[in-house]
């Protein structure tokens, strides 16, 4: 066999995969899905704060994965978070810097953060940010003399979304359950 250069199909046309698991999969899958994300029919604006909002988007408990969109609103910053995880974040609109790095992050880019590292992530775009994250395992969040303050994992950031929902008479969307 030689190696694929190119989709081995482009036919528009549902193929039938043979694969020995599927009732497996169709019994024990979360299954996959759409969030939708440029209206607030999934999922609505949570405020984080006076300038920043978070439109979250998944929770998977069984491995400490949330994902969310931050906008931060307008130039401004978030003060500065130790990461115990993983985190994968696409700009989406405007710009953002970290005071510890050397880049400027514009729509499209990708961030990486890593597990041990603390920054502090700063805005001077006028229309703040867009990042879109899909991030795993706790953050910890720290005051300006550096005293630890609270850690944000994916029940904070459940409980985040569910708290708004229930003092706006939003119902819970399941889907951003996985
Ligand atoms: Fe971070």
């Known amino acids: 066999m030689s190696t694929m250069t190119a989709p081995p199909s482009n036919k528009a046309e549902i193929v039938n995969v043979p694969f020995e698991f599927k009732d497996l999969v169709a019994r024990h899958s979360p299954g ?27 929770f998977d408990v069984r491995t400490g994965i949330f994902s969310n969109i931050l906008w931060v609103k307008g ?42 590292e603390s920054h502090t992530l700063v805005t001077d775009h006028p229309n703040g ?18 005293q630890f303050v609270m850690t944000a994992d994916v029940w904070w950031f459940m409980n985040h979304y569910e708290t708004y929902c229930r003092e706006n008479n939003i119902p819970i969307n399941q889907k951003l359950y996985l």
């Not at 029919?41 to 998944?58: E, M, Q, T």
């Not at 994968?88 to 880019?109: H, K, Q």
């Open 32 to 58: 996959g899905r759409y969030i939708e994300a440029e209206t607030d029919a999934d999922s609505p604006w949570v405020p984080f704060g006076d300038n920043a909002a978070i439109k979250h988007l998944a």
């Open 75 to 116: 130039p401004g910053a978030i003060g500065t978070h130790l990461h115990r995880g993983t985190i994968m974040m696409v700009c989406l609109e405007g710009s953002v810097r970290y005071l510890e790095y050397d880049w400027v992050a514009s729509p499209g880019g990708l961030i990486l953060e890593v597990p041990g």
């Open 129 to 146: 940010v867009r990042l879109f994250g899909w991030m795993q395992g706790p953050i910890e969040f720290y005051d300006e003399n550096a």
